[in-house]
Antibody
Framework: QMQVVESGGGLVKPGGSLRLSCAAS????????MTWIRQAPGKGLEWVSY????????NYADSVKGRFTISRDNAKNSVSLQMNSLRADDTAVYYC??????????????WGQGTLVTVSS | QSALTQPASVSGSPGQSITISCTGT?????????VSWYQQHPGKAPKLMIY???NRPSGVSNRFSGSKSGNTASLTISGLQAEDEADYYC???????????FGGGTKLTVL
């Protein structure tokens, strides 16, 4: 069955860096865009970034632009999110999800279990 | 403030039907048939329930249905069951930035 599994979360100090990874299985990874979505504690969902199937196109939320970088490795069926200059308001559970190659934010399925990033001194 | 407006909470008794609304604008919900709905149980990842306004992914119960009229999309759950108690989020594709807008979420309570 289709599955994505995130890893790499943890506690980091403000200004620090963290790299999240997402391993995909059960579908043809190279056919789909991949996206990261986050959810702050007790809050709603916020789209963070997506990457096209060939890595030729990326897009970022204004709140992370210039600080976060998304990348993928189709040979390893994985997508990563490099997060630099982290701030307290980046604290959230980060979800990886497969998304459509047509209208890249049309739907998100499946989602991983999420990985918690806590930015605190 | 979320870009799409959902009621904060709805409730219903087992066996009843409920509808959750999701109101956007002519730039998102009203412009594209790319509305999706997600169910999230506490401490769990969201699950896709409806995509492209009214399509159900394989494995999702046919008690869940979606529709759209103008700038408002709706999720209807018929034959409410205790397991349906969860948070529900709507999203819509947009051609602007950001390329997707989310609703603030609706907490469904099964009485």
């Amino acid at each position: 069955q289709m599955q994505v599994v995130e890893s790499g979360g943890g506690l980091v100090k403000p200004g620090g860096s963290l790299r999240l990874s997402c391993a995909a299985s059960g579908f043809t990874f190279s056919d789909y865009y991949m996206t990261w979505i986050r959810q702050a504690p007790g809050k709603g969902l916020e789209w963070v970034s997506y990457i096209s199937s060939s890595s030729s196109h990326t897009n970022y939320a204004d709140s992370v632009k210039g600080r976060f970088t998304i990348s993928r490795d189709n040979a390893k069926n994985s997508v990563s999110l490099q997060m630099n200059s982290l701030r307290a308001d980046d604290t959230a559970v980060y979800y990886c999800a497969r998304t459509s190659a047509v209208a890249a934010t049309r739907w998100f399925d499946p989602w991983g279990q999420g990985t918690l990033v806590t930015v605190s001194s | 403030q979320s870009a799409l407006t959902q009621p904060a909470s709805v409730s219903g008794s087992p066996g009843q039907s409920i509808t959750i609304s999701c109101t956007g604008t002519s730039s998102d919900v009203g412009a594209y048939n790319y509305v999706s709905w997600y169910q999230q149980h506490p401490g769990k990842a969201p699950k896709l329930m409806i995509y492209d306004v009214s399509n159900r992914p394989s494995g999702v119960s046919n008690r869940f249905s979606g529709s759209k009229s103008g700038n408002t999309a709706s999720l209807t759950i018929s034959g409410l069951q205790a397991e349906d108690e969860a948070d529900y989020y709507c999203t819509s594709y947009t051609s602007s930035s950001p390329p997707v807008v989310f609703g603030g979420g609706t907490k469904l309570t099964v009485l």
